[in-house]
C-alpha cells in the first residue's frame, strides 16, 4: 500500500446513512433517489436535464446514440483521454478520429487542429476538460456552430469547472459525467447525461431502461399496470443506493473542490520552491475556473519516466499516466490500422512521453505535499546525473 495514494476517497458518515437508509427503506432500483439526485445535479449544473446511468461509458454511449451518430459519421476527440469515448463510438459504428494537440501546455481539444481534419464526414466533437481544466470552450462552440457539428462534452474530470463564468457541460447538445471510484464526486460506479434539450433528454431517458415508456418505480406504486417499448435502448440504469451517495457526495462538491484548489495551490508553491529545470505544471491555459482533478506534470524532456515512477513508490508515493494516448494500446492501434491508417500527431506523442501524474486530492495534507515534492526533486537529481 502507498502512504500517499493518488487520491484518498472521502466518504464520511452522511454517505453511510444515506445508504443505510436506502436499504432501511426497502427500494433498492431506480426511484425516488435516482429522481432526486438527477434534479439536484441538474440545478448545480445550470442546466435543465440530468439523466443518471449506470456509469459514464453509458453516458457517452446512450448520448451518442440519442444523437443519432452510427455508421459513416466521424467524431473528434483528443488522443489523451480515457478510451471508454473510443469503445463507445466503435460500438456504434461510428469513427473516432484523434485530433493533435495545440501546444504541451494545453491537453485539450483545439478548434485551430479540429479544422485540419474537418470534412464531409464530421459530425461531432467531444471536448474533454483534461484534469479538470477547461477546453478553449468558446472557440470550439464557433468551430461546431460554423460547421454544423455537434458537441458532446465528456466532462468526467470537470464538475463545477468552468469556461469564461459558464460551467463545462453547457456547451453542447449534451455532457456525459463519471462517478467512478476516482472522480470528484463518486458513487463507486455511476454516470450521469446532462442536456438542455428536451426531446434529446427524453431519447435519453428511454434509451437508458430498455425504451420503457413506464419505470418500474410507477408500475410498483400502481400508477400504471403495462408499458410500451419506444426504441431500441439498454438496461443503464442507476440504483438508489449508487443516487443516495451521490446526493452527499454532490453537496460536499463545492467544498472539496476548493480544498483541491488549495492543495494545487500549495503543490506549485512547493515545486516552484524547489526549481526542477524543465517540468511543466499544469497551468489553466484558458479563461475560467478548473476544477483540479488531476495533478499533471510534465518530466522534462528525455527523462526515464519509469525510473521517476518507480522512485516514487519506494518512497510510498503512488503517481500515475492519464493518459497514455489513444493510437498507442494494442486494439486500439489495430483498430486505426484496419480503418486508414494511425493519425500523425507529433505534439500528442511528445507530450505523453513526458505526462505523469501526482497525487492530488481534498484530502491531500500540506506535509504529503512536500513530500511528494519533495521526492520528485530527488528522483529527477537522482536521475539526470
Ligand atoms: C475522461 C473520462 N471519460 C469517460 C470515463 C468513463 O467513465 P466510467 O468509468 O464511469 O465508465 C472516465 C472515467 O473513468 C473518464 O475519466
Redesign the pocket.
Known sequence: MYSIPLTHTTLGEEEIEAANRVLRSGWLTMGEEVAAFETEFAQCMDIPHAIAVS????A?EISFAAAGIGPGDEVLLPSI??V??FNALVRLGAKPVLVDLESPHDLTLSPRKCAEVLNDKTRALVP?AHGGFPPDMGGLEKFAAENGLLIIE?S??APLAEWNGRKIGTFGLAA?W???GN?NLTTG???MITTADDDFAARCRLMRSHGITRPTWDRARGHAAGYDVALVGTNARMDEIRAAIGRVQLARLPAATESRRAAAGEMYRCLDTLGIDGLVLPKPVHPGLPAWHLFWVLLPSGTNRGAVMDYLREDGIQTSVHYAPLHRFTATRDWFLEHGGLPDLPVTDAVAERLMTLPLGPATTTDEINRIAESLKRALDILQK
Open positions: 456509469n459514464g461509458t453509458a457517452l483521454t480515457f471508454a469515448c474533454m465528456d468526467c474530470h456525459t463519471s462517478f467512478f472522480k460506479e455511476g454516470g
